[in-house]
C-alpha cells in the first residue's frame, strides 16, 4: 500500500518527509510540474537512506500510479502570500481541488483523502462533494496544527513541558479559529490555574495569527503542517484512535448540518471513527457559528460557479 501526495510544493514534500521519518509507509509525490516530485522524492530517499529506513519514496507525474493507494493527501493548490487571508484563494484552488479530487476518485476509490489545500473546511466539502468517498474518509486537516501552535504559546507562558500539555481548537481552520482555553490543560490542571486571563487572552489572539506572521517571514508554513498530517495518518494507520480535531462533514452535530468544519473527533483504522460534541459557552458558541456561516458562504460562492 501507499501513501499518495498530491501537490509536491512545499507542504507536500514536507508530509512526505514527516511520514517516511515515522515508517508509516512506501510513498508517491505526484505533481503536474515535471522534476519536482522526482526531485523531492530522491532528496527524501537519501535521507531516509542515511537512517536505515525502508520506506520507498517515488516521484511522478501520472495519477494512474496512485492507483490502490491506501491514503491520498490532497495539498495541490496555491498558498497565501503575505496579508492574503485563506479565504483569499477560493476561486483558484477550488478548481484544482475539484480536478484532483475526480481523479483521485478515478484512480484510488478505497483510499482516506487527508485534505490540505487551503482555505481547508470549503475545500474538504468540495472534495467530499466531488469524490463521493464516506464522510468517514474525508478529514481535513486544519485544527491540528492550529493546535500544535495553540500548545508552542502555552509552552511559552507557563514554562512547562511540552510533553505535559493538552489542549483542543476548534471551528474554521481561519479567521473563525476557536482556540478552546476551558478545554486545554497541563496534565489535567486547567489552564487558569497557570494563565492570568490576560495572559490567556494573549495566547488566543496569537494562536489565530501566527500563521500568517509565519507566511510574511518565510513565505510559507511547511514543517508543522507536514507533521500535522503524518499525526493523524498515523493514528489511522496504527488504529490508536487518537482524539485530534480534524474537518468532519456534520450531518446533525452541532446543530450543523451538510458542511465541514473543526471538530474534535476519534481517528482510527476507520478514518472519522467518531464526533465528539462539546458542550460550549455562549461565547465559544458564537464564534463556532461565525466560523459555520464563514465556510457555509465560501461553499455557496463556488456552488453558484
Ligand atoms: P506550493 O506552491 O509550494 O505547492 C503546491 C503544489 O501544488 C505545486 O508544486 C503545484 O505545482 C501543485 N499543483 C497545482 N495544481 C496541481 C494539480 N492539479 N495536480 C497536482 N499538483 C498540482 O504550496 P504549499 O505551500 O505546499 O501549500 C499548498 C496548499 O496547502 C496551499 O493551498 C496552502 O494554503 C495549503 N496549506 C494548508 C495548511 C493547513 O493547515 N490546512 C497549512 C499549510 C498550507
Known amino acids: 500500500m ?11 514534500a514536507s508530509v512526505a518527509l514527516n511520514c517516511g521519518l515515522r515508517e508509516l509507509d512506501d510513498i508517491l509525490l505526484l505533481d503536474v510540474i515535471e522534476g519536482l516530485p522526482q526531485g523531492e522524492a530522491m532528496d527524501i530517499n537519501h535521507q531516509l537512506s542515511e537512517l536505515g529506513i525502508d520506506c520507498k519514496v517515488k516521484g511522478s507525474n501520472s495519477y494512474e500510479d496512485m492507483d490502490n493507494s491506501e491514503f491520498v493527501v490532497l495539498v495541490a493548490g496555491l498558498g497565501r502570500k ?5 479565504m483569499d484563494l477560493l ?7 475539484k480536478d ?3 481523479k483521485i476518485a478515478t484512480h484510488a476509490n478505497n483510499a482516506i483523502l487527508v485534505v490540505v489545500t487551503n482555505p481547508l473546511d470549503p475545500m474538504t466539502y468540495l472534495a467530499l462533494q466531488t469524490t463521493r468517498f464516506d464522510k468517514n474518509r474525508v478529514i481535513g486537516m486544519g485544527g491540528m496544527l492550529d493546535l500544535s501552535r495553540f500548545k508552542s504559546f ?5 514554562d512547562c513541558s511540552r510533553a505535559s500539555i493538552q489542549a483542543m481548537v476548534i471551528s474554521e481552520h481561519g479567521e473563525n479559529m476557536l482556540p478552546l482555553l476551558r478545554f486545554s490543560s497541563i496534565s489535567g490542571i486547567p489552564l487558569n ?11 488566543f489572539e496569537k494562536t489565530k495569527k501566527v500563521a500568517a506572521e509565519v507566511i510574511a517571514l518565510k513565505g510559507a ?3 508543522a503542517p507536514g507533521n500535522a498530517v503524518a499525526t493523524m495518518i498515523e493514528s489511522i494507520k496504527k488504529n490508536k484512535k487518537e482524539v485530534i480535531p480534524v474537518s468532519a462533514y456534520l450531518e446533525g452535530e452541532y446543530g450543523i ?10 481517528l482510527g483504522s476507520n478514518g472519522i471513527e467518531k464526533i465528539i460534541e462539546l458542550n460550549l459557552n455562549e461565547f465559544e458558541r458564537k464564534i463556532f457559528d461565525l466560523g459555520v456561516t464563514s465556510v457555509r458562504e465560501a461553499i455557496n460562492l463556488y456552488n453558484q460557479k
Request: net charge positive; proline share 4%; glycine share 10%.
Open 257 to 266: 448540518s451538510d458542511l465541514c468544519i473543526g471538530v474534535p473527533v476519534v
Open 193 to 203: 490555574e497557570f494563565l492570568s486571563k490576560g495572559q490567556s487572552e494573549k495566547i
Open 154 to 158: 502555552i509552552h511559552d507562558a507557563t
Open 82 to 86: 503575505p496579508g492574503m487571508t485563506r
Open 2 to 12: 501507499t501513501i499518495t501526495i498530491v501537490g509536491s510544493g512545499r507542504v507536500g
Open 221 to 223: 508554513t511547511v514543517y
Open 100 to 102: 484532483v479530487a475526480t
Open 91 to 97: 476561486n483558484k484552488n477550488a478548481s484544482i481541488v
